[in-house]
């Protein structure tokens, strides 16, 4: 039979083991340093990141990243497990999106990617 403490412990293992799964990665790519706005709806909060610097973004419930140094003002959803970089121009980029201006994040038909539409062809 499982005690309190046992339980509390086997959640607490589990939490800690999950939670870098509902994290949202950020790395700077660029040479100079960016603040990175998180904003959470109700709340935003602004991370300054470091030239070559990653860090790690609770976003469980979805959040929205924009920079407040670089160009445009634009902002990224982002949910849990996104990873995304700051170019060396300066943009915020979901990791595996060129330099373009799709925004898909899925592939919801397999005839549209990210950066891309195939439908105008």
């Known amino acids: 039979m ?19 799964v509902w994290a949202v990665t950020v790395t700077n790519q660029a040479v100079k340093d960016h603040t990175l706005t998180v904003d959470f709806g109700e709340k935003e909060n602004d991370y300054k990141l470091r030239a070559g610097a990653s860090m790690k973004v609770d976003c469980s419930d979805g959040c929205a990243l924009r920079l407040r140094s670089g160009p445009a003002g634009y902002d990224r959803m982002a949910d849990s497990g996104d990873q995304l970089v700051i170019n060396q121009d300066g943009f915020l980029l979901y990791a595996d999106e060129g330099l373009m201006t799709g925004s898909l994040k899925g592939q919801p038909n397999g005839n549209v990617q990210k950066g891309t539409d195939k439908s105008r062809n």
């Open 2 to 20: 499982m005690t309190i403490k046992g339980a509390a412990a086997a959640v607490g293992a589990f939490i800690i083991m999950a939670s870098p």
